[in-house]
């Protein structure tokens, strides 16, 4: 199975952008279904984004809905999340998470593979 590692986090003014990436180890990338989700102090892992295989279908949380954006290359093994109008509000622990589906899942449990994560911090 794929071994995932986030990066691109860090510290953004409100109304800034930041993208993160999630590269994927082994040749099955294709084979699974994305997403990212994130978890804020004091609250619980919650949804905010997912892929399809081919990247032909999304999912979004309606709190990033016309803010974020997920893509991934299949070529390169990687997911995105580009995040744009970030809010103070979005500040957590991104995590990247993989399931070998056909599904564009979005509940926390659908996943069993994830990241270590990356921090996003957005100043006000």
């Known amino acids: 199975q794929v071994q995932l590692v986030e990066s691109g986090g860090g510290l953004v003014q409100a109304g800034g952008s930041l993208r993160l990436s999630c590269a994927a180890s082994?040749?099955?990338?294709?084979?699974?279904?994305m997403g990212w989700f994130r978890r804020a102090p004091g609250k619980e892992r919650e949804f905010v984004a997912a892929i399809s295989r081919s990247g032909g279908s999304t999912n979004y949380a309606e709190s990033v809905k016309g803010r974020f954006t997920i893509s991934r290359d299949n070529a390169k093994n990687t997911v995105y999340l580009q995040m744009n109008s970030l809010k103070p509000e979005d500040t957590a622990v991104y995590y990247c998470a993989a399931r070998e589906t056909i599904v564009v899942l979005t509940n926390t449990s659908g996943y069993n593979i994830w990241g270590q994560g990356t921090q996003v911090t957005v100043s006000s």
């Open positions: 082994g040749r099955t990338f294709s084979r699974y279904t």
